[in-house]
């Protein structure tokens, strides 16, 4: 049985995508400063072998998803809601005793509404009319 994820793993997903779009576009930003033919001195590139080779990430990711300031506005909104949600007190625990008193009223209770409910709606409801209307019923 799975359990459905807490608002604080949502907020989290959300996050590390957001995240991990800007990382990708910052290194796709820092690749291609890297292959700007202007930059370079007209020395030849040298491939020093000693360093471990990164794979460059996809050249075209098209334009952002979002605009900044949305993504801003959207981050900022996300972190409110879950500093909210990490403040709000869990339920009070269940009282045995309180339970227990609950269910021995429960069935008095209904009877108690079955015999008396109809009529103090029906009163109040000829009230109303009565006071609407101006006429006596």
Avoid: C, F, Y
């Avoid at 459905?4 to 290194?27: C, G, Q, Y």
């Avoid at 075209?60 to 979002?66: E, R």
């Avoid at 993504?71 to 909104?77: N, V």
């Amino acid at each position: 049985m799975q359990r459905e994820p807490s608002m604080e793993d949502i907020l989290a997903s959300i996050k590390k995508v957001i995240a991990e779009e800007k990382e990708l576009r910052t290194a796709v930003d820092a690749v291609e400063e890297s292959l700007d033919p202007a930059d370079s001195d007209g020395g030849d590139d040298i491939l020093e072998l000693d360093e471990p080779i990164e794979a460059a990430p996809p050249a075209d990711l098209g334009p952002p998803l979002l605009d900044q300031d949305a993504a801003e506005t959207t981050r900022h909104s996300l972190e409110e809601l879950s500093s909210v949600a990490a403040t709000v007190p869990t339920g009070p625990a269940v009282n045995p005793l309180e339970e227990m008193v609950r269910e021995m009223l429960r069935p008095i209770l209904k009877e108690w509404l079955d015999e008396h409910l109809p009529n103090i709606v029906n009163e109040h409801v000829k009230r109303e009319i009565s006071r609407i209307t101006g006429r006596k019923l």
